[in-house]
C-alpha cells in the first residue's frame, strides 16, 4: 500500500530528532505545569524536584506519577493550567462526580488533538476524496468530535452521524457512499451484520476502511468485521485524560498502534514499584502530555496493561508502537464502548435501598455486548408478585442507565441467592474473552 502520512516530518521522524523535541517541549511543560498548578507543584515539591533539574526526556523518571486519585482530588478545576477564559470545550467520561473525568481544552489543545485524529485517518488510507463517517458519540464522549476534527483537516467528506439509529447509518452510508467508517468495534459489527441482513454483500458496501477503538477488541473480531464489511480494520487508541482518540493509531501494517509521541511521551512502569521498564516488558502504560495548555498531565498513570515497541515498521513512520491494550491495572469494565466502575452500581443500589449483593454478567453475542446486573432483594423488599418484581427491576435499570449511559438487563433474585465468597467477592463475570 503505498504510503500516505499527515505530518510526514514528525511521522517518519529519526529517534534522535525525536528525543530532541520531546526534551525541549518537556523542559517547557514542566516549568507551565509548576507555574500555574498549585496541585502539581506541591506535588513536585513534596518529592523535592525543581523545574531546573529536568532538562530532558531522560530527566522525566524524576517527576512524581499522577493518578485518577488526583484529578478525583482536583475536580473540577485543580488541574487547570489556563485561565477558564483560555479555555473552549470541556470532555468528559461518564460516571458520578468521583469516578467523572472532566478535561478542559484551548483552541490550541484541540487543534493539537485533530492533527492527531488526521495523522490516523491518514494512516487507514484517508485523503480529501474519501466520505467519512463518524458513529461514534458526538456529546461529552471524546469519540465524535475527535475523530470528526481530524476528518475535517484531512478535508474529506464528514458525515457526523453520532452513534446508533443504525437504519439510518446504512442508508446515509449507502447513499452518500462513505468509504470509512468510524466507530467503536462492537458497533462495527452490528453495523455489519445488519448490512448483511439486509442483503448487502461485502462488495456492495462503499466502504474501505474502519478506525475502530474505545474499547478491547480482538484480533478475531478484527478479521470478522473485515470480511462482512470488506475494509481493513484500523485499531485507534486514546483516553479523555490525555485528549480522547489519536493518542496511538495504526497503520497499514497492523501490528500494534503509533503513538503520537511528539505530544504524548509513553513509559511502561512496574505497576506495584513504579519503576520504569525496559522496552519490550508488559506493564502499566504512563503518558506525559508535552504540549498540551489547559489539561496538561505530567507522567499520568492510565491503569492499561501494555507493551512498547521500537521495532522497524513497514509503513515508514518511526514513532514508537504500543500493543492492544492486554487489560487493566483497576476493575474498570468497558462495555459497549463505555466506562464502567461495579462501585456506580453499587451506589445505585444503596441510594435505592439495597444492599451491596449483586453480580455483574458481561458477555458478547454477536459481537455486541450484553450487560446483566442481577441484585438480591434485601427481606424488606422480597416479593414473589412478579408484576412488583418486574417494576422494581425496571426503575433500578433505569436508575442505572442514569448513572452509567447504558442499559442493564437487571434480574432480582431472593435474598441470599448470590453465593458468597469466602475471599473477595466475585462481582464482575466477564465472559467476553477479550485479550
Ligand atoms: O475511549 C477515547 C477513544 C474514543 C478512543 C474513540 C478511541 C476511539 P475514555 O472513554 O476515557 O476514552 O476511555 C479510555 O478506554 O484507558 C482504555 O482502557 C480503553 N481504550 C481506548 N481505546 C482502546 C483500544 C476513549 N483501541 C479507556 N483498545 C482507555 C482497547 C481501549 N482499549
Known sequence: MEQNYYQKEIETMSAEEMKKLQSEKLVKQVKHVYENVPYYRNLMDEKGVKTDD?????DLHKLPFISNA????AYPYGLLAKPLEDCVRIHSTSGTTGRRVVAFYTQNDVDLWEDCCARAITAAGGTKKDVCQVAYGYGLFTGGFGLNGGSHKIGCLTLPMSSGNTERQIQFMTDMQA???CCTPSYAAYIGESLKE???KPEDIPLKAGIFGAEPWTEEMRQGIEKTLGIKAYDIYGLTETTGPGVAFECSEQTGMHVNEDHFYAEI?????GEVLPEG???ELVFTSLDKEAFPLLRYRTRDICVLSRKKCSCGRTLVK??????????MLIIRGVNVFPSQIETVLLKEGYEP???????RVNNNDTFEVNVEMTTEKFTDKLSDIIGMEKSLANSMKIMLGINPTVHLVPPKAIARSEGKAVRVIDKRNLI
Open 281 to 283: 516488558s508488559k506493564g
Open 322 to 331: 504500543m500493543a492492544k491494550p492486554m487489560g487493566r491495572t483497576d476493575d
Open 269 to 273: 512502569i512496574d505497576p506495584d514499584t
Open 54 to 58: 529536568i532538562s530532558g526526556i531522560e
Open 179 to 181: 468509504t470509512i467508517l
Open 70 to 73: 488526583d484529578l478525583r482530588d
Open 198 to 200: 439486509q442483503g448487502y
Open 357 to 363: 449483593n449483586y453480580q455483574i454478567v458481561v458477555d
